[in-house]
């Protein structure tokens, strides 16, 4: 059975250069995921959640801010050690599947192929036809990739991730172009592989059919966490230096200049909106 390990970042700030100029990816982002959570990442194009879901994979360092995985610190980590916590403990799928696998061979061989360097290193990899039965691949197992369609690629991509048995499962984008039938049988998958294996699993979507189905959400907006989803309603998350993103269909009825008043009533508080030079709110904001 795989450990499940927990997730946790603080501070965690990505600058990059474009066109000359420095361009900040994340801008502090705190995020704690449990072991053996299911998680979306939401956000619009551009907003930092694939960027996270690097990170979080060990693809490449943060300019500032710390990430663990479980008991490691990545920063920390030697290229080797981190090497071995990529091969280990950890399986990133990349956006589209094509990029996960090798073309000339079939599916059951790009699993074999994955596991070649994580039992190296010593992981307790899952068996090759355990690993397809626990995604549905077993029955395309023995074709090539050339005869499969877009959700068989998809699903051979998960038997890939999967086959070292990580403790976490970070995926791209799994469902995009696909068909609302694959996009179904892609979610039911990933969440038989946290049931069945206790795997953490964190999912970047911009799905909004998809982020029904999963039990938590996490929105990235400008580069900062932006609100919570917790089985169907959304919250705004205060963050670790006092910042609380106005989730978007609020911010919308407020105009700029809006100042938001937070007052004590009989539930606890109640956050009340005034406009300067106007006349104050007419009650909280729900």
Do not use: C, W
Not at 39 to 55: C, I, Q, R
Not at 159 to 185: K, Q, W
Not at 275 to 281: A, K, L, T
Request: no cysteine; glycine share 12%; aromatic share 4%.
């Amino acid at each position: 059975m795989t450990t499940a390990q927990a997730i946790t970042t603080l501070g965690l700030v990505h600058i990059y250069r474009s066109e000359g100029q420095d361009v900040a990816a994340l801008s502090g982002v705190d995020l704690s995921v449990g072991a053996g959570e299911v998680v979306g990442l939401l956000g619009p194009s551009g907003s930092g959640k694939s960027t996270l879901l690097a990170l979080l994979g060990g693809l490449f360092r943060p300019s500032a801010g710390k990430i663990f995985v479980g008991e490691h610190e990545l920063s920390a980590l030697t290229p080797s050690q981190l090497d071995a916590f990529q091969a280990r403990e950890t399986s990133l799928m990349l956006q589209g599947a094509q990029r996960n696998l090798i073309p000339y061979l079939t599916v059951r061989e790009n699993v074999e192929f994955a596991q070649v360097e994580a039992r190296r290193l010593g992981a307790d990899v899952i068996g090759v036809g355990r690993g397809l039965e626990l995604v549905g691949a077993t029955e395309f197992a023995d074709a090539k990739l050339g005869r499969l369609s877009q959700g068989q690629l998809q699903m051979a991509a998960l038997a890939v991730a999967m086959a070292p048995s990580p403790g976490v499962l970070l995926a791209d984008e799994p469902t995009s172009a696909l068909d609302r039938v694959a996009r179904e049988r892609i979610v039911d998958t990933l969440m038989r592989v946290n049931e069945d294996q206790g795997t953490t699993v964190v999912v970047v979507t911009h799905d909004p059919e998809v982020a029904d189905r999963l039990p938590r959400t996490v929105t990235i907006r400008d580069g900062r966490i932006g609100g919570e989803g917790r089985s169907g309603k959304e919250y705004a998350v205060v963050t670790a230096d006092g910042f609380i993103p106005i989730p978007v269909h609020i911010r919308d009825q407020l105009p700029p200049g809006t100042l938001l008043r937070i007052e004590p009533d009989e539930a606890g508080y109640r956050i009340v909106p005034e406009v300067i030079g106007q006349d104050p709110g007419s009650g909280p904001v729900d």
